[in-house]
């Protein structure tokens, strides 16, 4: 209110002070020249060549999906954790290559209630009522990872929850049904961003639903 006030009148204060100062000759002189820049501009718009941007996204699809992927917390899941000086912290010598194939998984572990999951120190592999279910490979290795997909089936996947777009459901905690909410622009450049990291060649297990029989032990 009083704090209100007294801002307006600082915001004010200086156009307050300005006009008794000018002339209405030099004021007139103003709102003519004001008034020719709008009407050369009336004028010569309809005659460019080129339409009008829209305000210009400053970023490439590549660092807008690098930045979707660093907030959308990608490598929480897809980047294997290792023991640092702190604590655990993903490696990033395997940046989102996903359940390293060395760490054997072959059972679930009993669960007392209310614990209904569990996950890997790697914090890529989950067992939980779903089974097991093991962090992809999102690098762009073409045998292990994303290299064999195409920016259709991986909108698809995260769009529809289905496995490369078509097949079984996505198994949890992988959690497409919030990221299928981006536009498919940001979805584009994920796609773009995924295919742009150091490609990995590291083949995590396939999923295990329930009861089903261990994953190869290594
Ligand atoms: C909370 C853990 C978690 C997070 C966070 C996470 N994922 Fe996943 N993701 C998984 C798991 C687990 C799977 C394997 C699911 C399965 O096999 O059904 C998976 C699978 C996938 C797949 C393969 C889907 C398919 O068709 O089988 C893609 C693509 C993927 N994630 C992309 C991403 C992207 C991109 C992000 C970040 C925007 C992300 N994930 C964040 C856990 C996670």
């Not at 660093?70 to 604590?87: L, R, S």
């Not at 779903?130 to 992809?136: K, Q, V």
Request: glycine share 6%; aromatic share 8%.
């Amino acid at each position: 209110m009083t704090h209100d006030s007294s801002a307006a009148s600082f915001l004010f204060h200086p156009t307050l002070e300005l006009l008794p100062d000018m002339s209405t000759r030099s004021l007139r002189r103003i709102a003519a020249t004001l008034a020719a820049v709008s009407l050369s501009a009336a004028c010569t718009a309809p005659e460019r060549s080129e339409p009008v941007k829209p305000a210009a996204p400053t970023t490439t699809p590549v660092e807008r999906g690098r930045y979707i992927a660093i907030v959308g917390a990608c490598g929480d899941c897809h980047t294997p954790f290792k023991m640092g000086a702190n604590g655990p912290e993903p490696d990033m010598s395997r940046m989102l290559s996903g359940h390293p194939e060395t760490v054997s998984v072959t059972s679930a572990p009993a669960l007392a209630p209310p614990f209904a999951w569990a996950g890997t120190a790697t914090n890529t592999a989950f067992a939980g009522p779903w089974g097991i279910s093991f962090a992809m490979n999102l690098t762009p290795d073409v045998d292990t990872g994303l290299g064999s997909w195409n920016e259709e089936m991986f909108v698809k996947a995260l769009r529809t929850g289905k496995h490369m777009g078509e097949s079984r459901p996505i198994q949890p905690p992988m959690p497409w049904s919030w990221y299928g909410q981006m536009s498919d622009d940001d979805l584009k450049a994920l796609f773009a961003y995924l295919r742009s990291v150091p490609a990995i060649r590291n083949r995590p297990p396939a999923y295990q639903p329930p009861g089903a029989p261990p994953a190869a032990t290594k």
